[in-house]
């Protein structure tokens, strides 16, 4: 059952159907090339086996998390004699294939990095005219998961090499999923990036500013996609997503509540889920958060909708998005809560589910994800909901729509 808004043109390269998940490096590890002085934090092939070891030994896997990604900072800075890429012979000293082995051998899916431009956003060896040599080196490696970055290129004209990469990738039989940068280097100059294009081209794509390892960030990058809500959301669904960038739940930015708040919301907007924090570290109850089942399936439900801003009240700003299961009268749908407020103490907001658009004579059965031991209660949509929610929190909510009484009594017949 898939629900095609609108374009139905799109990559069709069987990948990403429901957004993708899994761990990357960047916003934790960034380019630390120093493993005499930082062996646990250097960018380094020790690195990525041990998280492939946390992701399945702590349960990411069996979650749903199931890429292990390299960012910028692995490869040498020079190509080879073949005009081949080559990481970095210090850190990488068993080379690429030997580590996509080892991730695939539990289990997992292998993601790298590359930049359409002449070098990389670090300073690495770029694609610019070696695309296809890349996609090949890339297949070659056993790489499922591309991203492309599009540092020292001209905006105006990036699209191009993204869509001939796209070609070379596809020639290669491998399937990969492509991630693409080329929209957030529009944005950012105030260029609207042709979403047709990237649907076709791609199976993700970074809209808009890397994020920081803190709330405001959160907050921005949330704001953006919902001021642009109306010109992205359409483009979002089974193999082609809107990616607001990773998850820095668990890091050094985000309080329990915020990480919750920002949980909540990329579930809601369908974005890939990549984590981007140390595994072997990180404090039970960020983890917690991140492995929310219910969380996650509302992020991974099969009609890809991506959800939208409703309404901001009294300080919190309210989502929802369509999910299944569907029946005669509505969808059901998830509802989140990121406040703004600041006052220190649980704020109780006060809500309908009409008041968000959302209705069915049949009624709703409400279940909050957050607080699993709160009771399931059944609502009609002009029912007050009642959510405390701390300052800069975030909740999430799930209201599954009830068979009409009409076609439970026929099919009781
Ligand atoms: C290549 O593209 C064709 C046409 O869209 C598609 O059917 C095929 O699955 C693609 N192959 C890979 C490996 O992505
Ligand atoms: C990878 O390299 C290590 C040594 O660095 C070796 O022990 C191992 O057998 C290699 N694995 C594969 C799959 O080639
Ligand atoms: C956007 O891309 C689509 C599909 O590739 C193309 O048909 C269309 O002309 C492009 N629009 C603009 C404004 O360039």
Not at 245 to 255: A, E, N
Request: charged share 25%.
């Amino acid at each position: 059952m898939v629900c095609i808004l609108g374009n139905v043109l799109g990559l069709d390269n069987g990948l990403g159907l429901t957004p993708p998940m899994g761990w990357m490096h960047w916003q934790r590890f960034r380019c630390v090339i120093d493993c005499e002085n930082y062996p646990d934090e250097c960018i380094s092939e020790t690195l990525f086996r041990s998280m492939a070891d946390r992701m399945v030994e702590d349960g990411y896997l069996d979650a749903g998390y199931e890429y292990v990604m390299i960012d910028d900072c692995w490869a040498s800075k020079k190509r080879n004699g073949n005009g081949r890429l080559e990481a970095d012979p210090q850190r990488f000293p068993s080379g690429i294939k030997n580590l996509s082995d080892y991730i695939h051998g539990k289990g997992l899916k292998f993601g790298i990095y590359g930049d359409y431009g002449t070098y990389t956003c670090a300073g690495y060896p770029g694609s610019k005219d070696h695309l296809q040599i890349d996609a090949d080196t890339f297949a070659e490696w056993g790489v499922d998961y591309l991203k492309l970055d599009g540092c020292h290129i001209d905006y105006r004209n990036i699209e191009i090499g993204y869509i001939e990469m796209q070609k070379y990738l596809n020639k290669t039989g491998r399937p990969i999923m492509f991630s693409c940068s080329w929209p957030d280097y529009q944005e950012e100059q105030g260029v609207k990036a042709n979403y047709s294009a990237l649907q076709e081209t791609c199976n993700l794509w970074r809209n808009w500013k890397d994020i920081e390892d803190e709330w405001a960030s959160v907050t921005g990058i949330v704001d953006w996609f919902a001021e642009n809500q109306d010109r992205l959301a359409p483009f979002a669904g089974p193999g082609h997503w809107n990616d607001p960038d990773m998850l820095i739940i668990g890091d050094y930015g985000l309080s329990y509540e915020q990480s919750k708040a920002q949980m909540a919301i990329w579930a809601i907007m369908a974005a890939p889920l990549i984590m981007s924090v140390d595994l072997r570290t990180i404090e039970p109850k960020f983890r917690d958060i991140l492995l929310n089942k219910d969380v996650i399936a509302v992020n991974q439900d099969r009609l890809g909708i991506q959800g939208r801003f409703v309404i901001r009240k009294e300080r919190i700003d309210i989502w929802t998005k369509p999910v299944l299961p569907k029946e005669e009268n509505t969808n059901s749908y998830a509802i989140a809560l990121m406040s703004r407020r600041v006052d220190g103490y649980s704020y109780r907001l006060n809500f309908t589910l009409s008041q968000l658009g959302i209705k069915s004579p049949d009624g709703f059965i409400l279940k909050d994800l957050y607080h699993p031991n709160i009771p399931l209660k059944e609502i009609d949509d002009e029912e007050h909901i009642v959510v405390r929610i701390k300052p800069s929190g975030g909740e999430i909510l799930l209201a599954t729509a009830k068979p009409s009484s009409a076609s439970v009594t026929v099919e009781g017949v």
